[in-house]
């Protein structure tokens, strides 16, 4: 396979597992903004078992950290405490020490349920699959650089939306977020940080016609395909009173 090719295949499964994030686990189950059929929650959760290794409830249990306490003392990465560069390139470092302590898992997510992947018998070594996966595509020293490249931007990204968006860009609330437009078009529309703070539990991120969240078609369509089930926010009503 030409490296052109696998480049290709690569950035494919960094989108999906892009995707997979917003849509599984943060404006699903992180929010409760939208209620997934069971059979496409599961194909989300295995994928990023396999290709990123994030146990749901831990991501769960410090996002909801975050909000809680959201650039403030507590927060588990803000940074207007440790500073953007930090968070940047350390955002890693702050999630797995928040992710392993049970006492923030416990407080955090009461409200969990398992699903049959969680009970799977040693899922805490899931990723070892995806490089398996890779080192079959492309073979064993380009399925390891593949799959480098694709934990180390995926990281990045995730970093970027902690980091980056919470300093610069434009805000259309009064909340420490921001948006940054470049940002969510490579995060499936996480960039849109600001109106995502001021309205958590919305399933769509986009808010101005500007404003492109690449994630809410895609929720959209699985919506009238029967297969997820949107909890209507009212942020039309509440944004235009605002933005007058």
């Known amino acids: 396979m030409s490296p052109l090719w696998m480049g290709i295949i690569t950035l494919l499964v960094?989108?999906?597992?892009?995707?997979?994030?917003?849509?599984?686990?943060?404006?699903?189950?992180?929010?409760?903004?939208?209620?997934?059929?069971?059979?496409?929650?599961?194909?989300?959760h295995l994928e990023l078992s396999l290709f990123t290794g994030v146990v749901p409830r831990q991501w769960a249990a410090?996002?909801?950290?975050?909000?809680?306490?959201?650039?403030?003392?507590?927060?588990?990465?803000?940074?207007?405490?440790?500073?953007?560069?930090?968070?940047?390139?350390?955002?890693?470092?702050?999630?797995k020490k928040e992710a392993s302590d049970p006492e923030v898992i416990r407080k955090y997510t009461p409200d969990w349920k398992e699903d049959w992947i969680?009970?799977?018998?040693?899922?805490?070594?899931?990723?070892?699959?995806?490089?398996?996966?890779?080192c079959l595509l492309f073979g064993p020293w380009w399925g390891l650089?593949?799959?480098?490249?694709?934990?180390?931007?995926?990281?990045?990204?995730?970093?970027?939306?902690?980091?980056?968006?919470?300093?610069?860009?434009?805000?259309?609330?009064d909340n420490t977020a921001t948006n940054l437009q470049w940002v969510a078009l490579l995060t499936a529309g996480e960039g849109l940080h600001n109106n995502h703070h001021e309205f958590p539990t919305s399933a769509r991120l986009s808010l101005r016609g500007r404003e492109l969240d690449p994630a809410w078609p895609v929720i959209w369509f699985l919506e009238k395909c029967g297969l997820a089930k949107v909890q209507r926010v009212s942020i039309d009503k509440a944004f235009a009173s605002r933005a007058a």
Request: with cysteine; net charge neutral.
């Open 118 to 134: 969680d009970r799977i018998p040693g899922m805490e070594w899931a990723a070892l699959g995806g490089v398996l996966i890779f």
């Open 145 to 173: 650089a593949a799959w480098t490249v694709h934990a180390l931007l995926y990281v990045l990204l995730n970093s970027a939306i902690n980091s980056v968006c919470h300093m610069v860009g434009y805000r259309n609330f």
């Open 14 to 44: 960094l989108q999906t597992s892009v995707f997979f994030t917003t849509i599984y686990l943060h404006r699903s189950k992180t929010h409760r903004g939208l209620e997934l059929h069971p059979a496409v929650g599961a194909l989300m």
């Open 62 to 95: 410090v996002h909801r950290k975050h909000h809680h306490f959201s650039d403030e003392q507590g927060d588990p990465h803000s940074p207007y405490i440790y500073g953007m560069w930090t968070v940047l390139f350390g955002n890693y470092f702050f999630y």
